[in-house]
């Protein structure tokens, strides 16, 4: 069964940073793309960055230049480091990744459990 588990949200005051991560657990044979979404009260689920497996990035126009997403392909590992931060970042923020298991035949997309990030102005 494969987990994805999410860390480093919490409470920062505008202009901070954080840094959050996520690791997946299970019996994983390939990725293809990971990324972070997140989602604000009374507001849809939105696309913050993705990053395929040969290093190509994406970013929501409102955190270009002050997120960054990186992945270790090694340890299947993604993150999000968070500079600049302003209260309307304030969501909880969902990895995902598209994967396939050694037991499928077709990639999946897979959600962590999300994490809390608070901005305060």
């Known amino acids: 069964q494969v987990q994805l588990v999410e860390s480093g949200g919490g409470l920062v005051q505008a202009g901070g940073s954080l840094r959050l991560s996520c690791v997946p657990s299970?019996?994983?044979?390939?990725?293809?793309?990971m990324g972070w979404y997140r989602q604000a009260p009374g507001k849809q689920r939105e696309l913050v960055a993705d990053?395929?497996?040969?290093?190509?990035?994406n970013y929501e126009d409102s955190v270009k230049g002050r997120f960054t997403i990186s992945r270790d392909n090694a340890k299947n590992t993604v993150s999000l480091q968070m500079n600049s931060l302003k209260p309307e970042d304030t969501a909880v923020y969902y990895c995902?990744?598209?994967?396939?298991?050694?037991?499928?035949?077709?990639?999946?997309?897979?959600w962590g459990q999300g994490t809390q990030v608070t901005v305060s102005s």
């Open positions: 299970g019996s994983i044979s390939r990725i293809v793309t």
């Open positions: 995902n990744a598209d994967l396939r298991t050694f037991t499928m035949m077709n990639t999946r997309r897979y």
């Open positions: 990053i395929t497996n040969d290093g190509s990035t």
